[in-house]
């Protein structure tokens, strides 16, 4: 089975709607990122998490929020979803000692297109 | 403003070739470097990585180098094989305490022909 798993892996969601992406992993890991992928634009931070009770901005996190439930899952949802969020969106972890935090394991990815 | 930059946006090798992919930088606070490769329909997998304080890492048909001088860290792999044909980012850490992140480049597509 995987360790990071990511539903739904295909969604298709018109303007305005409210998504939400989930995200679940069997790592153990405290750190969970979820990135968002666009053509030409590479991998982008929208958010990322250290532990249960924090949850940190990243580059792009605006038009979007994060839940962290547990230890092993991280949520992202767009509250009112927009074209200009038609993207692949990969969520990943990273274990928090000094020789795991930079090595992270992507989830298989979320293809999401709003029309 | 790109701090990782991979200039090529894809490249194309032969079988049983040396296949280099390249990867400049422009912080010099970044001390770790890494390799992820990925495949179509699937998430980035972690290749190889390089800490600062190196200048060459080396695993089976992998090896990174690392020119702290010129900012400048390459991937090699020897030989090239088909299902070497993938996108390959380049990242880096920055010595930023506990609070460290990935900064990404944009991917080189490399395909290896039969």
């Known amino acids: 089975d995987a360790d990071v798993t990511q539903t739904p892996r295909n969604r298709i969601t018109k303007t305005g709607k409210r998504i939400m992406l989930e995200c679940s992993q069997t790592?153990?890991?405290?750190?969970m990122y979820w990135y968002r992928q666009d053509p030409g634009l590479g991998l982008r931070l929208i958010y990322y998490?250290?532990?249960?009770?924090?949850?940190n901005k990243g580059e792009i996190s605006d038009g979007y929020s994060v839940s962290r439930q547990a230890q092993a899952k991280f949520s992202l949802s767009l509250e009112s979803a927009i074209p200009n969020q038609t993207a692949l969106y990969f969520c990943?972890?990273?274990?928090?000692?000094?020789?795991?935090?930079?090595?992270?394991?992507f989830g298989p990815g979320t293809r999401l297109t709003v029309l | 403003d790109q701090q990782v930059k991979q200039n090529s946006p894809s490249l194309s090798v032969q079988e049983g070739r040396i296949s280099i992919l390249n990867c400049d930088y422009t912080?010099?606070?970044?001390?770790?470097f890494l390799w992820y490769k990925k495949y179509p329909a699937e998430g980035p997998t972690f290749l190889i990585s390089?800490?600062?304080i190196k200048d060459k890492n080396e695993d089976g048909r992998f090896t990174v180098f690392l020119n702290k001088s010129a900012k400048h860290l390459s991937l090699h792999i020897v030989p090239s094989q088909p299902g070497d044909s993938a996108v390959y980012f380049c990242?880096?850490?920055?010595?930023?305490?506990?609070?460290?992140?990935?900064?990404w480049g944009l991917g080189t597509s490399l395909g290896v022909n039969p």
């Open positions: 790592k153990g890991h405290d750190r």
């Open positions: 990943a972890t990273s274990g928090h000692r000094v020789w795991e935090t930079d090595t992270q394991y």
């Open positions: 998490s250290f532990d249960v009770k924090d949850i």
């Open positions: 390089i800490s600062s």
């Open positions: 912080n010099s606070m970044f001390d770790y």
């Open positions: 990242a880096a850490s920055n010595n930023a305490g506990n609070n460290r992140k990935l900064i």
